[in-house]
DNA sequence: TTACTTTACACAATCGATTGTGTCAAATTG
DNA sequence: CAATTTGACACAATCGATTGTGTAAAGTAA
């Protein structure tokens, strides 16, 4: 091997000051060093001053792959998504990415772009880089757990957020979607709507059932009947939405008040509402549920369910920490359930309801649109 | 510190095998494990099956830690972006991860929240988590390289990507702007415009005033004059792009053609318009510039500049990884050009003109609402 | 003053993989 | 057949930080 020549301060700039280096400066053992800097009790404050008085000078930076595995565990957290676009996806990690580094933690991301075996090469690569925990959210094509069995095994902390599996005994954080058909529908009914309808979404996926039930209950509670000719079923596309509604206002009695399930479809609504002369809301009220950006660029802009993207992966870190933290001592797989939050605009206020709810406000962050 | 014992196989699972215990397993050295796995020729064929079967049956995982800290280079990128929201950087990034995980590379992910000293901080972990190399785009607070000296001291590959400083020799992908702003204009006289406005941007910022030099350059190219009576300036947001519709259709002779320097304001003016009465695009054409995501979904669909955020991002990477081979041997600082496409929808579309490029296509990957 | 605790630090092993240098035997060459 | 090359593998140092144990000296209690 090349044998290396360390001279005092830092000669082509390109050697990092290691342990080594401030001890050999300040002719103390390695040990001290590593003690006084992590400020261990067998270490006299007078010698802590002055190992952490050099170790700015020389600016040191901790070789944190050499701690990680010394300790046996990196200060990194490994996040597998389905892919980084759209406005879901991005949020959530811009939550988990602000938490963790909050909590001295980077993150590491892997997208499975909605394929198993992607996913199944992800976890790998991220066991190999030794991180301390794992966020995921399942791809479309992930039907069992069978490759997290691995994960599991090594007692890697765990924790799953939006998309998982049913019927599992894992920690998780979702969104609680038939609460978010419940106030919606709710709100609708308090803008005085009596008939209102509802762009349902695939039935095979938990999300659409539960807003759609959430829907129902809000009905009963109001003491209106389930009416199944007020339900079309979409495949929450945009043109799905328009056709749907055209559906629903050829019909004898149409509605005065619409629930989408996704905003694509409540948007499509709207407009061909308005293609056939509707005012909206005044005629037809609507709202739209995972607050799509467009939603407030629209006119009028789209009554819809916050999904607390951000929320979602604070509460995702936060978990996670939890478990690292009782570390293996038997814990109890938990499950969180964020609280979806009605965002009320403008395709839904028919007069100025006190105790609506907060009005408006933009979502993303930074919607300044010159970042690019 | 404790003794582990290392009885065979894996007794609790939660210890993962290491060549040593490969090494054990077949009663060679631990040299020998490693260079059969490398494909070392110092390795015999049988010897090298023999480590590669075993390593399948164990389900080996090196630790990449350890093989970084004793190359002094990790198979990590760090990426510092000012955050992960909206459509730019989440594509850029997706763009980015795509392609560093093609060439074998793990990317870790930091947000400076448009703050200097964040950006610092970034740098600092990332220099610590021993990244092979940095990927960056500025920070809005960001006004010198001062920081990022350290990281050049280091000798670590990094490459600056559309937030750059100018004037500085570094490595960086940027979009043409200019030209963005010279296809679009083009277009619109494709489309028959005659008096084309534009709503430009703040001007201090070197992307409005490139948009609008492309601006320029078409009308001149065109033989049409530079009316400074149809150049609005605003601050970008949609309320600001329909004031300076209103202002120019009250004007003596209105535009038949609006270039908007972002989609934003786009909108807001062709809203404006729609309000007055104004057919788009037959009585005024509009295009944006970015490609938002509601470009698709409003009434027209808003003709755009899509500004290759993917390619950006695989660009980057490309480039880094240029720099990270020919290691350190004098590598000129090098400049990418992205070329913007432009994507031609209803806001602009008059008459289906031969040759005026793709029409339409989604942009974002996955459109599919059912995210969340 | 003797015995016992602290205090303050050093030694050395260790995490897991990599790699320059040996070593020994088989294969090739003259 | 002796001499040299090549093949196949082992030894041991190393990356940089952590940590159990050891050991002086200083402080305290009896």
Chains 1, 2 share one sequence.
Do not use: W
């Amino acid at each position: 091997m090349a044998p290396r020549k360390k001279p005092e301060p830092d000669p082509k700039g390109t050697s990092p000051v290691s342990m080594a280096d401030l001890a050999r400066e300040l002719g103390v053992s390695l040990t001290t060093i590593s003690r006084a800097l992590s400020d261990h009790h067998s270490i006299g404050p007078a010698m802590k001053q002055k190992v952490l008085k050099l170790s700015k000078k020389y600016n040191y930076q901790p070789n944190r792959l050499a701690s990680a595995l010394r300790k046996g565990k990196s200060q990194l957290l490994g996040i597998v998504v389905p892919y980084i676009e759209g406005r879901f996806f991005p949020s959530v990690v811009h939550g988990i990415e602000t938490a963790a580094r909050k909590a001295g933690y980077n993150v590491i991301i892997c997208q499975s772009n909605e394929d198993v075996a992607q996913e199944r090469r992800n976890l790998d690569t991220l066991l190999s880089a030794q991180v301390a925990g794992i966020l995921v959210s399942l791809s479309r094509t992930t039907h069992d757990f069978q490759h997290f069995e691995k994960v599991r095994s090594r007692g890697l902390p765990l924790v799953f957020f939006d998309r998982i599996l049913e019927g599992d005994k894992v920690n998780a954080v979702v969104l609680d979607d038939q609460e978010g058909g419940y106030i919606s529908t709710r709100h609708l009914l308090s803008q005085g709507c009596r008939r209102i309808a509802h762009l349902a979404g695939p039935q095979h996926l938990n999300i659409y059932k539960n807003r759609r039930q959430g829907y129902f209950d809000a009905l009963r509670e109001a003491g209106l009947p389930e009416d199944e000719s007020l339900i079309v079923y979409t495949d929450m596309a945009q043109q799905s939405g328009a056709e749907g509604m055209r559906q629903l206002l050829a019909a004898a009695n149409p509605p005065d008040g619409v629930f989408g399930a996704g905003d694509y479809c409540a948007l499509g609504a709207m407009q061909e509402a308005r293609r056939q002369g509707l005012r909206v809301p005044e005629d037809v009220a609507i709202c739209g549920f995972s607050n799509e950006t467009f939603t407030v660029v629209t006119e009028p802009t789209i009554t819809t369910i916050d999904q607390r993207c951000e929320e979602m992966g604070q509460a995702a870190v936060r978990l996670l920490l939890e478990v690292i933290e009782t570390n293996g001592s038997a814990y109890t797989p938990r499950q969180v359930v964020l609280r979806p939050e009605l965002v009320v605009r403008g395709s839904s206020t028919r007069f100025l309801d006190a105790g609506a709810g907060p009005v408006a406000a933009p979502t993303v962050e930074s919607a300044d649109p010159a970042d690019a």
